[in-house]
Structure formats: C-alpha cells, structure tokens
C-alpha cells in the first residue's frame, strides 16, 4: 500500500505492512519517515542535494573483523564474520530529519516504539540477528522499559555543554542540514524504528567502512584523508581541526561540517562519513569478538555499547574502518551521532 497524506509516509515510499507508521518503507533510493516534509535536512544533502534519506545496497559477504592495513587489502586478519546483504543510509541522520522524529515523539505522549520491534526480520528465519553472547539465542529487539530513557528535548540535546557545542536547536534554522549529535543510544535505535529500519550491528557497520572482503584502510580506499575535507572531516585530536579551514577546534557546531560533505570520502557502496565527522552508535554491546560468526551482534549487557567511525576532533588513526569506541548507551555525546540500516 502506499500512505497518503494523513499517515507518515506517501510517494514514492510504500509501507511493507497494512498501516503506516510501523513498518518497513522502501523505494529506489530512499526510505523512512524522516524526509517526508521535505526541505533543509530532509532533502538537500550532498554534492546532488538528494534525498537525506537515501539508503543503498551493500552485498553481503565474508571479512575480517580485526585487521591492520598499510594498504588495501588488510594484514593480520582474525575475527571473521559472514554478513547476508542489507542497506545503510547513504548519511547521517540530520537535524532536520531527527526534528520530525521529535515531533512524532511529542514529549512521551506520541510515538514509541512497539516491543520487539528493530529487529533483522530478514535473517534467521524471521529470528533477526544471532546473539554471539549465547548460543542459539537471537535478537530480541526494542523492550518498553526502554521507553523512559527515550527523551529528545532541547535541555537533552544539548549535552549539557555550550550552545556553540551541539548541533540541535529548538526550532528549525541553519543547522538542519548537519548531522545531529547528543542523542543517546534509545534515541538513536528508536529514531531507526520509526524510520523504518534498525541500528546496523558491529559487524554490517564495519563491512561497509571496511569495503567488505576488500578490507580497505579508510572507507574510501588508501589515499591519505589530507587536510582539506575531501575525504573525512578530522582534526589533529590535539586541538586543531581541519574543518572548515585547518585551525583551533571550537569542538562543536564550527567543526561539523553538513552530511556528505566529503565527496570523495565514499566506501564502497557509496555511503559518505563513515570515518570523519561524528562516532556513530551501533547496536552492540562492547565485548570480545566471538569468532567466527554469521549474522551476528554481541547483545549480552557489557555496560558499554559500540560506536564507530571517528569525529572532527580525533587524528587520522581513528579514521581506519578497526578504530573501536566504548562509550555508555545513556550517555549524550558532542561528537557521537548515528545512521540507521534497513532491510535488503
């Protein structure tokens, strides 16, 4: 069916199950909730000003969780992992789109996610993702007690820090256009639900960074990222940035550059800020790699979860696809946003 103007979704996007607002949505190239409105954030993003909502194809296939690269092709492999193909935004979720999400949300009263819902209804026989935590469990998805950790508000956003620190504001502005930083981990996998999709695990958050069984040593290839924002947003992690002209970090909104800004920073199946810019949560827990595993995510409670892909402060080496992060689900971060995944 295709929703019409009084549900969440209309053309070109069409809802996989018999109403809006809860299930999968998917067209050519985008999908979600999240762009519908339109404009700054929702539907001017990269080089092209496409849909904020674009969503690509990766293949799937069989890599090396842990590897080192001076080159492409990678070195020193372990910890193999087998992914079934799925998609991945093409961006970070905007400003602009995660202000939609905080609308449906509407202080607690509106939206929340149904539970169980996120899961990888594509794998395992509808089972979603396999717990690499114990054997012959699998994903669970989204629990309700969740939903009181679930609270986008101004005062949230802010990270408690500067105005000057976070990207959100109150009301639509200049900043729609750039990714949102300082959701938490609930916020973020609950955003992906409502989008119609779910947090990517570890693993298919890697694989496409990693280029999959190319196992590149940044997203984009070998070429060194340089100073001048073609490949990644970074810095120095020592106080300089190199956006928008290499110089003091004010570390914040100066620093963060809009979704797709580096144009030649794409991996392999095109998505763009997989190194660079903002960390982006995963749905993990931060464990071990249990080995080898096929369609897997560790979701036994560990304390932290994982997020990926370095940020406009760190230096180049947190740029690389095996740079790991373990900050704490409930924790609010200047430099820590996400993207979300979707089925095939």
């Known amino acids: ?30 999908s979600g909730t999240g762009c519908q409105a339109g404009g700054a954030g929702m539907s001017n993003c990269g080089a092209t000003t496409e849909s904020c909502c674009t969503s690509l194809e990766v293949s799937g296939g069989t890599y090396d969780r842990t590897y080192t690269n001076g080159g492409d092709g990678g ?27 905080v609308t449906a949300w509407n ?13 990888h209804t594509h794998l395992n026989g509808g089972q979603g993702l396999a717990n690499s935590a114990s054997a012959g469990t699998y994903e669970t998805g989204w629990s309700t007690s969740w ?32 990714p949102i930083n300082c959701p938490n981990w ?38 060194a990222p340089g100073l001048t924002n073609q490949y990644a947003i970074y810095g120095d992690g020592k106080g300089s940035c190199n956006y928008p002209t290499f110089g003091g970090c004010a570390e914040g909104v100066t620093n963060i550059a809009p979704v797709g800004t580096p144009t030649l920073g794409a991996g392999r199946w095109g998505q763009l800020d997989l190194a660079g810019n903002l960390l982006q949560w995963n749905l993990d827990w931060y464990a071990t790699y249990v080995s080898p595993c096929t369609d897997c995510a560790y979701l036994m409670v560990t304390g932290f979860r994982v997020p990926w892909g370095g940020d406009f402060y760190d230096n180049a080496t947190y740029l ?4 790991r992060n373990n900050p704490t689900n409930s924790g609010r971060y200047g430099n820590l946003g996400f993207r979300c995944a979707r089925t095939p």
């Open 320 to 323: 690389n696809p095996w740079s």
């Open 1 to 30: 069916m295709t929703c019409g103007s009084s549900g969440q979704w209309g053309s070109p996007w069409t809802c996989a199950t018999g109403a809006c607002g809860g299930g999968a949505c998917t067209g050519s190239t985008a």
């Open 186 to 223: 609930y916020e973020s996998y609950a955003f992906c639900i409502w989008d119609g999709g779910f947090l990517p695990s570890e693993a298919e958050w890697i694989y496409a960074a990693a280029g999959g069984s190319e196992q590149r040593e940044y997203a984009w290839g070998s070429t």
């Open 107 to 119: 202080g607690g009263s509106g939206w929340m996610p149904a539970a169980g819902s996120g899961t």
């Open 147 to 178: 939903n009181s950790s679930v609270a986008p508000t101004t005062t949230k956003l802010s990270c408690g820090a500067p105005a000057t620190s976070y990207t959100w504001t109150a009301s639509a502005g200049s900043n729609e256009s750039l």
């Open 75 to 101: 070195t020193g492999g372990s910890d193999p992992a087998t992914l079934s193909g799925f998609r991945l935004d093409k961006y970070d979720v905007t400003v602009g789109r995660f202000r939609q999400f």
